[in-house]
């Protein structure tokens, strides 16, 4: 089920789009590990692509294949070295991740142009156990300028001010309601 993304527009898709842009042009944009070489290559064009007419679920769904078979070599808790299978979920959490996290940038974009200091997190897709952290971040107000510049800086790690949470919480933002 896709995140139900209260503000995904034409505006702010063309948000997300420069956001894109500017992590491709500065070469930060995260690639993950999971995916396969061809994987990296198609990525950038596949967000692109999502940000222009889809969503979390259609990058999902374009990256499905494009993902390595097995995950990086790990130690087990014994000390031997294992290479486990990719996650049957691996496509579902790097495509909402990613195009929450695009989301949200655009969104703080536009909140900023449009004078709005603060956007507000919600639940935009409902999890069987939402984690307690979670639940607490629903309904906080966060400087549109602090997220922005957090999420630009922590492209590959959960950002500090805890929004998006990490993989599966089902949070995202919006325009608070007496600005939407």
Do not use: W
Not at 72 to 88: D, E, I, V, Y
Not at 117 to 123: I, M, S, T
Request: hydrophobic share 35%; charged share 25%.
């Amino acid at each position: 089920m896709p995140f139900d993304y209260k503000h995904l527009d034409d505006r702010t898709r063309a948000f997300m789009l420069a956001e894109i842009d500017l992590d491709v042009t500065s070469n930060s944009l995260y690639l993950s590990e999971n995916l396969s070489d061809h994987g990296r290559i198609a990525y950038p064009d596949l967000l692109r692509a999502a940000a222009r007419n889809g969503t979390d679920h259609t990058l999902a769904t374009d990256i499905r294949t494009l993902l390595s078979t097995h995950e990086k070599p790990r130690l087990s808790k014994s000390g031997n070295a294992f290479t486990p299978k990719m996650r049957s979920n691996a496509h579902e959490m790097l495509g909402e991740g990613e195009f929450n996290r695009f989301y949200i940038r655009g969104l703080c974009l536009r909140a900023i142009e449009d004078g709005i200091p603060d956007v507000e997190v919600y639940r935009a897709k409902p999890v069987d156990s939402p984690r307690p952290e979670s639940q607490a971040l629903i309904g906080q107000r966060i400087k549109a300028e602090a997220l922005l510049q957090d999420l630009r800086a922590r492209t590959n790690v959960e950002p500090a001010l805890g929004c998006p949470p990490g993989p599966n919480s089902g949070l995202s933002v919006r325009l608070p309601p007496d600005h939407a």
